[in-house]
T-cell receptor
Framework: ETGVTQTPRHLVMGMTNKKSLKCEQHLGHNAMYWYKQSAKKPLELMFVYNFKEQTENNSVPSRFSPECPNSSHLFLHLHTLQPEDSALYLC?????????????FGPGTRLLVL | GQQLNQSPQSMFIQEGEDVSMNCTSSSIFNTWLWYKQDPGEGPVLLIALYKAGELTSNGRLTAQFGITRKDSFLNISASIPSDVGIYFCAGLETSGSRLTFGEGTQLTVNP
């Protein structure tokens, strides 16, 4: 238990569906991150939020839409995804974005796009 | 962007054996990190290294920050079945702006 929870843990969706991934951290951190983890590939940073403001978007397609209503919650809204978007989506948090070396990861959401 | 070369990609060992894995980069990093990911879980930080030449232990795990600041090593001594998982290295650039991950080493320990 790292203090970062993610729901759902597994998700299967069609290419026309709309779904959302949720992340919540109970660590009092101010930075939150979304990563994509595909098999045999390094973790890919998608988005960074610091004190609720988006500070990084690493050329992520617009079919992924993040939302950070407060420092404890982070969402990833999914719309018209492609099969190649199937992956493990990991959320992480750190004290703030200058403390990237001490990120705590959630267990991830395993996403399958059909 | 930055790339880390992590090797080996996978290892199959017998319980009790020692394990070594490493990461190399073409660029200099200020910080090296080693994570372990158990099946169905997110990565968990094992060891953080902040100085060139630094050698740090965490139980049976020992990691070193290479002198050139372009590589790092992780050793696991006397492996046990619960060491099974994927081990990732990660490097933090000198600017501190980007954490780059290796591709991971899948470790299997046979009892």
């Amino acid at each position: 238990e790292t203090g970062v929870t993610q729901t759902p843990r597994h998700l299967v969706m069609g290419m026309t569906n709309k779904k959302s991934l949720k992340c919540e951290q109970h660590l009092g951190h101010n930075a939150m991150y979304w990563y994509k983890q595909s098999a045999k590939k390094p973790l890919e940073l998608m988005f960074v939020y610091n004190f609720k403001e988006q500070t990084e978007n690493n050329s992520v397609p617009s079919r992924f839409s993040p939302e950070c209503p407060n420092s404890s919650h982070l969402f990833l809204h999914l719309h018209t995804l492609q099969p190649e978007d199937s992956a493990l989506y990991l959320c992480a948090s750190s004290q703030d974005q200058t403390r990237k070396e001490t990120q705590y990861f959630g267990p991830g959401t395993r996403l399958l796009v059909l | 962007g930055q790339q880390l070369n992590q090797s080996p990609q996978s290892m199959f060992i017998q319980e009790g054996e020692d394990v070594s894995m490493n990461c190399t980069s073409s660029s200099i990093f200020n910080t090296w990190l080693w994570y372990k990911q158990d099946p169905g879980e997110g990565p968990v930080l094992l060891i953080a290294l902040y100085k060139a030449g630094e050698l740090t232990s965490n139980g049976r795990l020992t990691a070193q920050f290479g002198i050139t600041r372009k590589d790092s090593f992780l050793n696991i001594s006397a492996s046990i079945p619960s060491d099974v998982g994927i081990y990732f290295c990660a490097g933090l650039e000198t600017s501190g702006s980007r954490l780059t991950f290796g591709e991971g080493t899948q470790l299997t320990v046979n009892p």
